[in-house]
């Protein structure tokens, strides 16, 4: 695979916590962007987190089905022809705005809320349709978060993961899913399965993720 560096100076890149905005005198919810993905998942992760301004205004968490030792250096590249910071996700960190959270080879990865602030979660609980780490573990757990409004991508990727998580999402509501539309798809196994349980709102080629993400980190 050929990783091109994006052209023009790399700014640094800048993470804040998450805050607490207010509107209107309330809470407003804040927002959290969810990535899954298997079989084609670097050259797509690629595509979209290139994309995506360094001063994101929410964190971006990723599961990529891949095998222990991997995973550092997939974020590693990501991040080098990358505006937002990409990292491998580390058991119990803090999760800031302007920055992609890979969870590790063979470990789910979780969130935890404490107080105003998300914490990251790293466990090593039995596979899930023979994955670990799972996309269906993440949101579950994202899932289980009060006062967040998510967006959950699926993309390409053989096999169901991420739609029994994508229920869960969805069951819990203030949640939007995308998935890769077929045409742009390595495989598409895991954005078929997602769109047959009926809880996909939107259909997009690989080009236009990014741009989706961005919409809904600033409406």
């Known amino acids: 695979m050929k990783w091109e560096k994006r052209k023009g100076s790399e700014p640094e890149k800048n993470t804040q916590p998450l805050s607490d905005p207010v509107q209107s005198g309330r809470i407003?919810?804040?927002?959290?962007?969810?990535?899954?993905?298997?079989?084609?998942?670097?050259?797509?992760?690629?595509?979209?987190?290139?994309?995506?301004?360094?001063?994101?205004?929410?964190p971006v968490l990723v599961v990529q089905h891949m095998p222990s030792g991997f995973t550092k250096s997939l974020a590693s590249r990501l991040n080098a022809i990358s505006n937002i910071r990409v990292k491998e996700a580390e058991d119990g960190e803090m999760l800031k705005q302007g920055a992609v959270y890979i969870a590790?080879?063979?470990?789910?990865?979780?969130?935890?809320?404490?107080?105003?602030?998300?914490?990251?979660?790293?466990?090593?609980?039995?596979?899930?349709?023979?994955?670990?780490?799972?996309?269906?573990?993440?949101?579950?757990?994202?899932?289980?978060?009060k006062n967040y409004?998510?967006?959950?991508?699926?993309?390409?990727?053989?096999?169901?993961?991420?739609?029994?998580?994508?229920?869960?999402?969805?069951?819990?509501?203030?949640?939007?899913?995308?998935?890769?539309?077929?045409?742009?798809?390595?495989?598409?196994g895991m954005p078929r399965s997602a769109i047959a349980a009926k809880v996909v709102d939107e259909v997009l080629p690989l080009e236009k993720i990014a741009e989706a993400i961005m919409k809904f980190i600033s409406d």
């Open 104 to 145: 590790p080879g063979d470990f789910h990865m979780g969130v935890e809320a404490r107080g105003a602030h998300l914490f990251i979660r790293l466990e090593q609980s039995a596979p899930v349709n023979g994955h670990r780490p799972a996309v269906d573990k993440t949101f579950e757990s994202v899932s289980m978060l």
């Open 149 to 188: 409004e998510t967006l959950a991508v699926i993309m390409t990727g053989m096999g169901s993961d991420g739609t029994k998580g994508l229920i869960a999402l969805k069951n819990r509501g203030h949640v939007r899913a995308i998935v890769e539309a077929e045409e742009s798809c390595i495989v598409y």
């Open 28 to 58: 407003a919810r804040k927002k959290l962007v969810c990535i899954g993905t298997s079989t084609g998942g670097p050259r797509a992760l690629q595509t979209v987190l290139s994309s995506l301004p360094g001063n994101l205004e929410a």
